[in-house]
């Protein structure tokens, strides 16, 4: 029953009073979970399954979201907060000083993350961010030509996902295109 989201939030609601933790990390992922529950729940929650459950639903409100990212350092629950659409622009911000690869990917992922966030990731030593900058759509063309400039003839996965976004400039295309063998493209 706490799985079906056709469930009322009623009755989810009512179910939220049994001492289960399996319970009520499922009443946390139902979609038709009101955010009166879920932050009524958060108050309670230590990490684990039900907290990161919280964290992860659209409808835990973001005030809820800001504070347990400032009370609680598990990158489980951190990666949740950071991939809810619902998190303030300013805790991705603070949280995008992690060092942790899955929280700035979900940072990243996050649909709400804003532009400057975004343009620090290409700075980011690790590759795999450097990658997802290169190959997202909202990558600015700027950025992208910024990118390209620093990029290494042996960082060709690189300048292959900056040569397939959309935003890069067609001289951009041109350099990547002279930088790059007949094999490499």
Do not use: F
């Not at 946390?28 to 958060?42: A, D, F, G, I, V």
């Not at 409100?61 to 990666?79: A, F, G």
């Not at 400057?116 to 990658?131: D, M, T």
């Not at 190959?135 to 996902?161: F, G, V, W, Y």
């Amino acid at each position: 029953m706490c799985r079906n989201p056709n469930t009322p939030s009623e009755v989810l609601e009512e179910l939220s009073y049994i001492n289960n933790e399996t319970l009520l990390k499922t009443i946390c992922k139902n979609p038709n979970t009101s955010p009166e529950t879920l932050e009524r729940l958060s108050e309670k929650a230590r990490i684990g399954g039900t907290l990161e459950a919280i964290c992860s639903n659209p409808k835990t409100p973001s005030e809820t979201l800001k504070r347990i990212s400032k009370s609680i350092d598990c990158r489980y629950i951190l990666r949740e907060i950071c991939g809810n659409p619902n998190t303030p622009p300013d805790t991705l911000e603070r949280l995008s000083k992690s060092t942790n690869m899955k929280v700035l990917t979900a940072i990243h992922d996050n649909p709400n993350t804003p532009s400057e966030i975004r343009n620090k990731y290409a700075w980011v030593k690790n590759y795999n961010i450097k990658l997802k900058v290169c190959s997202d759509p909202h990558t600015s063309s700027e950025m992208l030509e910024q990118i390209a400039k620093t990029c290494r003839k042996n960082s060709k996965k690189a300048l292959l996902a900056i040569a397939n976004n959309p935003n890069t400039p067609s001289h951009i295309l041109e350099d990547i295109t002279n930088s790059l063998s007949e094999e490499d493209i």
